[in-house]
């Protein structure tokens, strides 16, 4: 259906210059005064500096006033599932708790890395609950990595926190039946 339809007007050559020989042309005076190696230093060290010390988690203080209080992590299935060879795996409206299918098998403790006495909580945490995971909201996660000789996680964009509703930290999360235990605990040492 398409067709040439003329030209209708006056046309006028391209003014602009090439944006990929711009951008070459930059670049190539910032390799000859060595700008390129002092930018590439300097992302290195935000690189660095964010993954010893990510950005802390917003909107989460030390605890003032203890909360607990059950999460029912279960969703509604928003449209048919199916597996890969189309047959129904879950129907529209059907509820879902993962819990069904996966425990969680050990504790979750979140707390500021930067507090010395949530670290400390957190270590005698584990005399009477057993292992746990250990998670920080802020702090210097790779000096806690080495200093304890164990895994730590961080809360990354504070995802866990939202999906939790955890405002306060020390807290800490425990399998109750098919529902979560989400304590929010003052440092008692």
């Known amino acids: 259906m398409a067709k040439v339809l003329g030209v209708h007007g006056k046309t006028y050559p391209i003014g602009e210059q090439d944006l990929v020989q711009v951008i070459e042309g930059k670049l190539s005076t910032m390799q000859k005064n060595g700008k390129i190696s002092e930018l590439e230093k300097t992302v290195k060290a935000r690189a660095q500096a964010a993954t010893e010390r990510p950005v802390p988690v917003a909107g989460v203080s030390k605890t003032v006033s203890e909360r607990k209080f059950f999460f029912n992590p279960s969703i509604t ?11 129904l795996i879950h129907q529209k409206g059907s509820i879902l708790n993962p819990l069904d299918q996966v425990s969680l098998t050990k504790p979750i403790l979140m707390i500021d890395g930067d507090d010395s006495s949530q670290i400390e909580w957190a270590l005698l945490q584990e005399k009477t609950i057993g292992t746990a995971t250990l998670i920080l909201i802020k702090g210097p996660i790779m000096a806690l990595r080495k200093k304890l000789d164990r895994e ?26 098919k529902q979560l235990l989400i304590e929010e605990l003052q440092v008692t040492i």
């Open 152 to 177: 730590i996680f961080f809360d990354q964009q504070g995802l866990i926190c939202n999906r939790f509703l955890i405002k306060q930290v020390p807290a800490r999360i425990q399998q109750q039946g």
């Open 77 to 87: 299935v928003a449209e048919n599932l199916y597996d890969h060879q189309g047959q």
